[in-house]
């Protein structure tokens, strides 16, 4: 592992004295974004009526400026960080205004070959059962005012889509074949999603990847693997691993008139917790399957589908729960 | 991750989609949001990662053919889009040439040493400092001072949107060199704002949002009071790149240089304007919190109060009327505290005009207010009416203004200098010790106007060869008895005192100094069982002059004023014991151009304060104040550059109080400041 790690180290660093010995076209330059907001809060009703200690209006907001220098140095490899200045409603001549490092990427290619990020970095879209940060519920049809609204909390906490923003590396390849296969591609991403205090709690890592052919435009499948696990330390009292390992598969029937598709997914996970002071483990497997087919009539514009789901009650996948929680 | 919401009603807003349709509870939220982004690629691209579908959708025009793994096989690399955007494309951006960086460095020394001095003082008699005020945390505290380094960028001023960042850098040079020793300080102390301006036909829009905005919707309502300058001492804004111009433009403008405002409040949060060309009409609008619309320490917790105010202004055009009307709203909305729900507001709706009819200008406001809080519940009226013949008339300019306001027509964002107990810096909560905003019975000088007051004010000018004489005269009664206290202003030694103990009115070895931004004043006490209104006298005189002495630029500026408060109306100032207070100020400042670069300036100034028998009386011998205080100076102006200069002065002051013998002080100080401007 170790060794894996410090070729992988090397490779970023030759590949980066690489680029800049033959940097062509450095940029500089300033992208940012800049937002006010004062929000003003009203509440009543009976509920509120004769109490003395629950806030019934409030007034509040910010403004702030993110500054993201960013330095291309060639085609291969970018850097950039976000500069945050943030100065909340209601503090004048600069009292209570703060900064904060916001984001720090760098994003490089090697060899046109592979595409990496490391830093700040978003993770999804592998599936729904691997790597996938779920939209929050009841508002798939609400009006543009309320969707302004939460793209302040969703900027604010690095929503984009459904994907997971975390610190870490990841790589993407994609190579085209003229025969037998069209196309594979091979992603993986290695993130910290929590740190060891270097006496009891271990470090702990979200790894996996994703391996897809694409055959034809008929056929597709895929292989993903997620796994979270703590890096073991002699004195840690935990000990905690979560592998998940899926396949998928797709077939596409696309005509002038009419579509047809049928997909399916099938994994397992594998869950282990110990508790090093009493000794005692808890650990489950359980199963998943989806499969679905759907198809349309294009001169009628009709789109008809069916799915049957089986999930497990003790399918345990970390990185793609089914709600949004705890934001 | 961090979760924005409004802080206090997070968990409100959480519990809220918890509640059934039939709850009790009525939520409002109402956001005002002004967002610009430059550059939207770097923010709102992130599909990497993506799956084979989505890879497929978007690489048909990135893909990159290279003839590597065999001679017959094609190996290609299918680019997905990353977080900056496309490898081989050059992104949208803004350039960096399109973001103007300007600023200033302001390196500030002041260092004080008294051989006598308050017992309050919050240093010691022998202080260094490297800000405005001492153990003032620069750029984090209420007007405590201003940064060493102000570094501002924005944009084009030509672009549809604008946006102005200032970073504030600051050190009070502690010794400390620890990166996170509290004396470095990074802060944005004017600038976090920003704007957008529409143009659709004959109608344009512009709203700016952030702060600092400094707004002035109309004199009662919302736009602070001015004040006359110091002419010595150096003011933080000080724009000047050439010293001497300062004193130049001293001598020949009539008006006021100015403050860091220009009599407008500063406010957080938005100002709109709507500009109707045919109707030649402005339509403005105000959102936000005002400095004095929460205390510190109310400032970010989400204490319910803010302000709204809006103004209708009409041009009018015509062959014999030039000028505008217009309609104001001022409305203050906030609570006493966070929970309890009592209101704490006051609103106006006034009138204002600024006509020119038969070259004779015309201008005034008149309005009514509303006060709603724990102790009042009251409405008041008040108006201002001037009249000014101009130049263009006589070659003796002359203005006439009489105004009449009631004490309950309060705006403490406004001009109105405030004598409405109920009406508080901050909020009604707020301790009359911290009040900056009361201004009880004040001396005010000649032009301003307060509340619970009625009265003239004569101003005008007078050129003769170079001579030039400004002279003021308002005299002025309450309409009723609301206080037995005077408020008085030190003129002398005004900046230096008010850092004695800043932003604390009850200071001093007595209790009744009031400490502002560059100025101090003092309130008395009068005896309650006198009878009758206080009247209030004020004569300002200020002599200009400027000649050439040995063939260099000598400008001397010499104010005059004279000030008393007594019982009744009365058209000349009251000389003798029968005022209840007698204040005497006297300054004359002489610049002297020596070379092109440098000049310099000498300063004196007197000051004597006289009570009678029906004030303060001391408790060490029962007689009234006796004041007297002194200052004299020099300084040195040094314009190395031509955006760039620095500025020594060294000044003695001295005040006594012959009565209240502890209320002396005697010392000296130096202060030296770089400015440099880019």
Redesign the interface.
């Given at each position: 592992m170790n060794n894996k790690v410090g070729t992988l180290v090397l490779l970023f660093i030759s590949q980066t004295y690489l680029s800049q010995a033959q940097a062509t076209k450095s940029q500089f330059y300033f992208t940012g974004l800049g937002r006010a907001v004062v929000t003003s809060n009203q509440l009543g009703g009976n509920l509120t009526t004769g109490d003395t200690l629950s806030p019934k209006r409030g007034v509040s907001g910010y403004a702030l400026f993110d500054l993201q220098p960013n330095l291309t140095l060639n085609d291969d490899l970018k850097a950039n960080a976000i500069l945050r200045m943030r100065n909340p409603f209601g503090s004048f001549f600069g009292d209570k205004t703060y900064f904060e490092f916001r984001q720090f990427q760098i994003i490089g290619r090697i060899r046109k070959i592979v595409e990496y990020e490391i830093g700040d970095i978003y993770l999804g879209n592998m599936s729904k059962y691997t790597m996938f940060l779920p939209d929050e519920m009841y508002n798939r049809y609400e009006a543009d005012v309320f969707k302004m609204r939460r793209s302040l909390p969703d900027y604010e906490n690095f929503i984009i889509g459904n994907m997971w923003r975390q610190q870490g590396v990841k790589t993407n390849s994609r190579f085209g074949f003229n025969k037998y296969i069209k196309e594979v591609g091979i992603n993986t991403f290695g993130v910290r999603t929590n740190p060891t205090n270097e006496t009891n709690i271990p470090d702990r890592v979200l790894a996996g990847f994703r391996s897809d052919v694409k055959q034809s435009d008929y056929f597709w499948a895929g292989f993903n693997y997620v796994g979270m696990l703590d890096i073991p330390i002699d004195r840690a009292t935990i000990n905690y691993t979560n592998h998940v390992t899926t396949g998928e598969a797709k077939l596409t029937l696309n005509k002038e008139t009419f579509f047809a598709e049928w997909s399916g997914e099938l994994g397992s996970s594998s869950y282990r917790f110990v508790q090093v002071l009493d000794d005692s483990t808890v650990s489950y497997k359980d199963f998943f399957y989806e499969t679905g087919i759907k198809g349309s009539y294009k001169p009628a514009k009709i789109l008809l589908f069916a799915n049957l789901r089986n999930v497990g009650p003790q399918f345990s996948s970390p990185s793609a729960q089914t709600m949004r929680l705890n934001i | 991750?961090?979760?924005?919401?409004?802080?206090?009603?997070s968990k409100?807003m959480i519990h809220f989609r918890s509640f059934n349709i039939n709850?009790?509870?009525?939520?409002?939220?109402?956001?005002?949001?002004?967002?610009?982004?430059?550059?939207t690629?770097?923010?709102?691209k992130?599909?990497?990662?993506?799956?084979?579908s989505?890879?497929?959708k978007k690489?048909s025009t990135l893909?990159?053919?290279?003839s590597s793994?065999s001679p017959?096989?094609?190996?290609?690399?299918?680019?997905?889009k990353?977080?900056?955007g496309n490898?081989?494309s050059a992104?949208t951006?803004?350039?960096?040439n399109d973001?103007r960086i300007s600023g200033t460095v302001r390196f500030l020394t002041i260092y004080r040493s008294m051989k006598e001095y308050y017992p309050d003082m919050i240093t010691s008699q022998r202080n260094f400092s490297f800000v405005d005020y001492p153990l003032a945390n620069?750029?984090?505290?209420?007007?405590?001072g201003f940064?060493m380094l102000e570094l501002n960028?924005s944009n084009s001023p030509l672009s549809k949107f604008q946006?102005s960042?200032g970073?504030?850098f600051a050190s009070t040079l502690t010794g400390k060199m620890e990166n996170t020793d509290p004396s470095r300080?990074?802060?944005?102390?004017?600038n976090?704002?920003?704007g957008g301006k529409w143009a659709s036909g004959p109608v344009r829009v512009s709203v700016d949002?952030?702060?600092?905005l400094w707004t002035k919707v109309s004199r009662f309502t919302m736009g602070q009071t001015q004040y006359r300058d110091n002419y010595f001492d150096r003011v933080p804004w000080d724009w000047y790149r050439n010293s001497f111009l300062r004193y130049e433009e001293y001598y020949t403008l009539s008006t006021n240089i100015g403050a860091e405002g220009f009599g407008r409040s500063?406010l957080?949060?938005?100002v709109a304007n709507v500009d109707i060309l045919p109707l030649q009409m402005r339509l403005m609008g105000v959102?936000?919190?005002t400095?004095l619309?929460?205390t510190?320490a109310?400032?970010?917790?989400?204490?319910?109060?803010?302000v709204y105010a809006g103004r209708v202004e009409k041009t009018i055009f015509t062959r014999r009327i030039a000028g505008k009307v217009g309609f104001n709203y001022y409305m203050k909305n906030a609570?006493t505290d966070?929970?309890?729900?009592i209101p704490d507001q006051n609103d106006m709706y006034t009138v204002d005009y600024n006509l020119k009819i038969y070259k004779i200008l015309f201008s005034g406001e008149a309005g009514i207010g509303h006060i709603n809080n724990p102790a009042l519940k009251d409405r008041g009226a008040g108006f201002a009416f001037k009249t000014e013949l101009d130049r263009s008339v006589t070659s003796f300019p002359i203005a006439l203004e009489y105004y009449r306001i009631g004490v309950n027509m309060a705006s403490i964002d406004g001009s109105i200098l405030n004598s409405n107990t109920t009406i508080r810096a901050g909020g009604y909560a707020t301790e009359f010790v911290y009040d900056a905003s009361m201004n009880l019975n004040i001396m005010q000088e000649v032009g301003q106007i307060a509340n619970n007051r009625h009265g003239f004010s004569l101003t005008g000018e007078k050129n003769i060869w170079r001579f030039k004489i400004q002279f003021g005269y308002a005299i002025s009664q309450e309409l009723k008895h609301i206080s037995d206290t005077i408020t008085m202003q030190h003129r002398v030694n005004a900046f230096s005192r008010s850092r004695f103990r800043p932003w604390f009115q009850a200071s001093g070895p007595y209790g009744r100094i009031k400490g502002f931004w560059l100025r101090t004043f003092e309130t008395i006490t009068t005896d309650s069982n006198t009878t009758g209104l206080k009247g209030f006298n004020a004569f300002d005189l200020l002599l200009k002059y400027k000649c050439k002495f040995l063939n260099k630029d000598l400008v001397i500026l010499n104010f005059i004023n004279y000030n008393s408060v007594q019982v009744g109306f009365k058209p000349i100032p009251e000389m003798s014991d029968k005022a209840f207070v007698r204040l005497f100020y006297e300054d004359i400042t002489l610049a002297y151009r020596l070379g092109k670069k440098y000049n310099i300036v000498f300063n004196a100034g007197v000051e004597t304060m006289k009570g009678n028998d029906k004030t303060n009386l001391s408790p060490e011998n029962g007689k009234p104040i006796d004041q007297f205080g002194y200052a004299y100076g020099g300084a040195i102006d040094y314009d190395f550059a031509p955006n760039a200069g620095i500025h020594f002065r060294h000044k003695w002051m001295s005040h006594k109080d012959k009565n209240f013998t502890l209320d002396r002080f005697k010392g000296q100080e130096s202060y030296i400041e770089l400015k440099i401007f880019f």
């Open positions: - | 991750m961090n979760f924005y919401t409004n802080k206090l009603f409100k709850s009790p509870i009525n939520f409002a939220s109402v956001i005002f949001h002004l967002f610009f982004c430059f550059n690629i770097s923010l709102v992130a599909n990497s990662y993506s799956d084979t989505t890879a497929e690489s893909l990159i053919r290279k793994f017959k096989s094609v190996l290609s690399i299918l680019n997905s990353s977080l900056l490898f081989s992104s951006h803004a350039a960096v973001i620069v750029g984090a505290n209420n007007s405590g940064p960028l946006f960042v970073y504030s300080q990074l802060s944005s102390r004017n976090l704002r920003f949002a952030g702060g600092i500063p957080l949060g938005y959102y936000g919190r400095n619309s929460a510190v109310n400032s970010v917790n989400g204490f319910p109060s803010e609570q966070i929970s309890r729900g």
